[in-house]
């Protein structure tokens, strides 16, 4: 659904999208998005997108296997990569480098990636407080710190262009909830902003790359 709004949001602006892939290491998932794909979008943009089943630590050989058996016809074709609640995975993992390093090789020189995931430090994520008071305590994902969100991107040689944590909305909250919630924001951003519910980190390849 990311993907899908942000095609629908670049359409409002008069920016035409030439070609779009999203992602999801589930099948189930995949098959989701490509029916609620012809509900939300118009036709031509639908010839325009495309949804592979592909895990985030090995995107471009997995996407090699659905678009094109050359690798490196994929490397330094994407413009812009957006990754909402998947990162933390690849550190659960212990693999985010190799994550960041596709994205890395997959982006033009210049291309952005924007990756926003949980924030360790938000104290009411409602899994999280469901699973404090059951009995079987059941094995958590991994939550990376803003810093270990970000030091992969550091390391594989992006600039970090933005780096913080963000967002007191909750995704499922109704339209008054989240008007109250928008209109406190800039008061809990200015006590507060490191318990925010969301991080951010935005970084671009160098438009030389050695």
């Known amino acids: 659904m990311n993907l899908l ?5 670049l359409n409002s602006e008069g920016i035409s ?9 589930s099948p189930a ?24 089943v592909a895990k985030n630590e090995r995107l471009i050989s997995d996407l090699s296997v659905f678009t094109t058996p050359e690798e490196s016809t994929l490397k330094n074709s994407f413009h812009f990569v957006l990754g ?9 993992a212990k693999r985010q480098r190799d994550c960041v390093r ?10 952005v990636c924007v ?37 992969p991107f550091v390391q594989e040689g992006f600039e970090v262009l933005r780096s913080e944590h963000f967002c007191w909305v ?27 519910m969301r991080s951010l980190v935005v970084s671009r390849k160098p438009e030389a790359v050695a």
């Open 5 to 9: 709004h942000l095609i629908s949001m």
């Open 17 to 25: 999208v030439a070609n779009a892939l999203g992602t999801d290491f």
């Open 29 to 52: 998932m995949i098959e989701t998005a490509r029916r609620e794909a012809k509900n939300y979008l118009r036709e031509q943009d639908l010839q325009n997108l495309e949804f592979h």
């Open 84 to 92: 909402v609640n998947t990162i933390r995975y690849c550190h659960d």
């Open 102 to 111: 596709d994205i890395f090789n997959l982006l033009v020189p210049g291309g």
């Open 115 to 151: 990756v926003i995931d949980m924030n360790n430090r938000f104290p009411l994520f409602r899994s999280d407080l469901t699973n404090h008071f059951r009995r079987q305590k059941e094995k958590q994902c991994y939550v990376p710190s803003l810093e270990e969100y970000t030091e």
């Open 170 to 196: 909750p995704h499922s909250a109704g339209e008054l909830m989240t008007g109250l919630l928008t209109r406190m924001s800039p008061v809990l951003n200015t006590i507060a902003r490191s318990r925010a």
